[in-house]
């Protein structure tokens, strides 16, 4: 008989009420299993693990908190992923969509259709790439700071590298963008996007935080409003 259990120092979340769990489930036999109730809330802890993936999906769209619970305290463990390798491939397609994003809204339809020159290329390359990485430092910055002085980060979240997580997996709607590689969409979409990703930031620290969700909502607010203006001072072409 095995249990999927964690140490006194990195417990499972309850994705109903957020309370600490050791265990998930008690596995008899492979796929016998006996998923653990809540101390709390006395309701099933995690119910996702005998769920599909889609339904996970489906959830997060739908900003459920548990399904946030799920995927910052229950599935992406130090323990079952190679973290470090987690963290810097989600910093790189961030940083890799954030850049199309900037480019999309920078360039006009006129000037895509039109064959640019090497130098201007470079120079454009490099002014969109400097406006990305210094509008997204800045606005880590700013939720570093607000996560430590104004919200209630639990002890497992205190680390810049676990909220750095959190605020890439949150902004998983960004993966959208890639639909604007395939298909013709106006670049309204991208703004569309965007609602959709601050939101997703605000339910995602309201969930590793236990703050209020208007405490939440101020520092998404701030922080995606700080990033903006960084962009557009670095960046001569268009904001970020």
């Not at 959190?166 to 963008?177: E, G, M, Q, T």
């Not at 996007?193 to 607010?221: G, P, Q, Y």
């Amino acid at each position: 008989m095995e249990s999927c259990s964690r140490n006194s120092e990195a417990d499972f979340r309850c994705v109903q009420c957020g309370f600490p769990i050791k265990t998930l489930y008690i596995q008899y036999s492979p796929g016998n299993i006996r998923l653990m109730k809540c101390g709390n809330c006395t309701a099933v802890a995690d119910e996702y693990i005998e769920c599909e993936m889609m339904i996970l999906i489906i959830d997060l769209i739908l900003h459920k908190p548990k399904a946030y619970r799920h995927l910052f305290y229950n599935m992406f463990s130090k323990e079952s992923v190679n973290f470090e390798g987690l963290l810097w491939k989600s910093v790189l397609a961030y940083l890799i969509l954030d850049f199309y994003r900037m480019w999309v809204l920078s360039t006009n339809e006129k000037e895509r259709s039109l064959p640019p020159t090497v130098a201007s290329l470079l120079l454009k390359f490099g002014k969109m790439l400097t406006g990305v990485i210094f509008g997204n430092l800045v606005f880590l910055c700013v939720v570093f700071y607000a996560v430590r002085k104004f919200l209630r980060a639990s002890s497992g979240f205190y680390g810049w590298k676990q909220i750095l997580l959190v605020v890439l997996f949150s902004s998983y709607f960004k993966i959208f963008l890639t639909a604007m590689m395939v298909w013709e969409f106006p670049s309204s979409v991208i703004f569309i996007v965007d609602i959709f990703v601050i939101s997703s930031n605000i339910v995602a620290l309201k969930v590793v935080t236990n703050s209020e969700m208007m405490r939440c909502l101020a520092v998404s607010a701030v922080a995606h409003g700080v990033k903006f203006l960084a962009c557009l001072n670095t960046s001569v072409c268009s904001p970020c």
